[in-house]
């Protein structure tokens, strides 16, 4: 945590590799992206809390105590309460509208989800964190975000089943190679690879629309083989873009909602 008073100022630094931007009318710019291979555990961040700052506790009671919050806060939002943890506040939020005065809950029609929100002291720390911007990343295609469409969670969460959204750089499918798709590809087992449906709803360059497949409880990358290149002639052999981050299926879902 940084230390922000009038006599001293702890800052941060995170750093982050330019990438062309795949977004319409801004031809030759770049987005800045940090390297997110993997997110903090509630272990890794409570190990850091003992060794870092000075946590003087039992690290096993920590840990446990930790996930008994979170369990409990996870209860309470799912009797309708908000959880306001003075950083970020998490919210449930019923979607969909309804027609009449007494119509009931459909879960299909009225997907229930859970938002993020973020309060003033964590933006306030955002002003104390120092970019260094490393560079052109050396790339040919990369994967930005994952979206599953179903509970909006980004980056983060899969719902098999579902539909999925993929924006990035040079991500069209196409090629007569079969190889090419989209694979879900197991992060703790590499020999683990699902082919996504090659029906897809959208395929550009820089967008992909389709289904979620069926998917075993676990961590989750994305891979995706193409042989598209930006002058319509295909690659010999498919080149191979992977996710820089980690889909989990199974568990509760956050919407980030700044």
Wanted: charged share 25%; with cysteine; hydrophobic share 40%.
């Amino acid at each position: 945590m940084a230390t922000i008073n009038s006599v001293h100022e702890v800052l941060h630094r995170i750093r982050v590799k330019l990438y062309p931007n795949y977004l319409t009318n801004v031809e030759g710019a770049y987005i800045a992206r940090t390297d997110n291979e993997a997110s903090l555990t509630i272990e890794d961040v409570c190990a850091a809390l003992k060794n870092r700052g000075g946590f003087t506790g039992n690290y096993d009671d920590l840990v446990e105590h930790v996930k008994q919050f979170f369990d409990e806060a996870a209860y309470q939002l799912c009797d309708g309460f908000a959880i306001n943890t003075g950083y970020f506040s998490i919210h449930i939020h019923v979607g969909g509208t309804f027609d009449k005065i007494i119509e009931g809950h459909n879960t299909q029609t009225h997907l229930i989800t859970f938002r993020f929100r973020v309060r003033e002291p964590l933006r306030a720390l955002a002003k104390h964190i120092v970019v260094e911007v490393e560079g052109l990343a050396d790339v040919q295609g990369y994967i930005d975000e994952f979206t599953d469409i179903r509970t909006e969670s980004v980056n983060d969460a899969l719902t098999p089943g579902g539909m999925f959204s993929i924006t990035g750089h040079k991500i069209k499918v196409s090629g007569n190679n079969p190889e090419t798709g989209i694979y879900f590809v197991s992060a703790d087992d590499a020999g683990q690879r699902v082919k996504a449906d090659e029906h897809l709803a959208e395929n550009t360059a820089s967008k992909l629309i389709g289904i979620i497949p069926a998917l075993s409880a676990g961590k989750w990358k994305i891979e995706i083989k193409t042989q598209y290149t930006v002058g319509g002639k295909f690659l010999k052999e498919p080149r191979i873009i992977e996710s820089g981050f980690v889909l989990t299926q199974g568990g509760v879902r956050f919407v980030s909602k700044d």
